[in-house]
């Protein structure tokens, strides 16, 4: 029988305080079990939270950040006339490399050169790149050779255009004056000897010329240099003159 469907009459004194106790058990975990109702996963093991699910728009965001702080790809500088000569100008351009160049030793690197890339020794399509190989290499040798055609090309480098500006003239009257002076004198020139006086003082400005122009290019003053190439081109242009003079000839100095 049952302990609670016993009278309580028939129940032993001993028996009672056991009977007591358990009524009160009974009654107390009836009423836990209504207060908090079973819930097996809070015997379970605890799993980490998964990690959220970020939107598109937000991970876009992330990728346009990331792009935005990497730093930009900078494009490889195409290589310039000096490269062809690693020999003779290893420095390259200035004002990193000299202005003056050794002319004997750019002409022995330039005919190494060309030995080595004269189309004649190439067949097929190697023959095609050979062809353009050495008119480069011509084309950088007859600039580089030149003063005047090597400050033009180097001005042309930092974004300065002499050699086809027809509006770069010197304003300077004093010099202009001397110029016109000079035509003059070539003009009525009458005979050798005068000519050769003119042209070892034109010589004499031409060279001073271009040691203002190293030293410019030196400094990297391109502005200044310049000016200074539109002069030399002026000394140029007169030892052309010079060259071509014939008694009674007209000279005509082309800027």
């Not at 690693?86 to 002319?103: A, E, H, W």
């Amino acid at each position: 029988m049952a302990l609670s469907a016993m009278p309580q009459g028939a129940i032993a004194p001993c028996s009672r305080r056991f009977y007591l106790a358990f009524q009160r058990y009974v009654s107390s975990t009836a009423a836990s079990a209504t207060r908090t109702p079973h819930n097996p996963n809070l015997y379970m093991h605890s799993r980490p939270t998964p990690h959220p699910k970020l939107p598109i728009q937000h991970l876009q965001l992330r990728h346009q950040t990331a792009s935005a702080s990497s730093p930009p790809k900078t494009s490889p500088k195409p290589p310039t006339h000096y490269d062809l000569f690693p020999q003779t100008l290893p420095c390259g351009p200035p004002p990193s490399g000299p202005f003056p160049i050794n002319l004997q030793a750019l002409k022995r690197e330039f005919l190494q050169l060309q030995a080595k890339a004269h189309p004649d020794r190439h067949t097929g399509a190697n023959k095609s790149r050979a062809e353009g190989t050495s008119a480069l290499i011509n084309e950088a040798y007859k600039t580089l050779q030149d003063p005047l055609l090597r400050a033009q090309y180097l001005l042309s480098l930092h974004g300065i255009d002499v050699a086809e500006d027809e509006t770069a003239k010197i304003d300077d009257p004093e010099l202009l004056g001397e110029v016109l002076e000079v035509r003059e004198r070539i003009e009525n020139a009458e005979g050798e000897g005068e000519v050769e006086a003119l042209k070892v003082e034109n010589e004499r400005k031409l060279e001073g010329s271009v040691k203002v122009l190293g030293r410019l290019c030196g400094n990297g003053d391109w502005d200044a240099a310049k000016s200074e190439a539109v002069r030399l081109r002026y000394w140029v242009n007169i030892r052309e003159a010079l060259r071509d003079w014939e008694p009674g000839k007209p000279v005509v100095l082309v800027h």
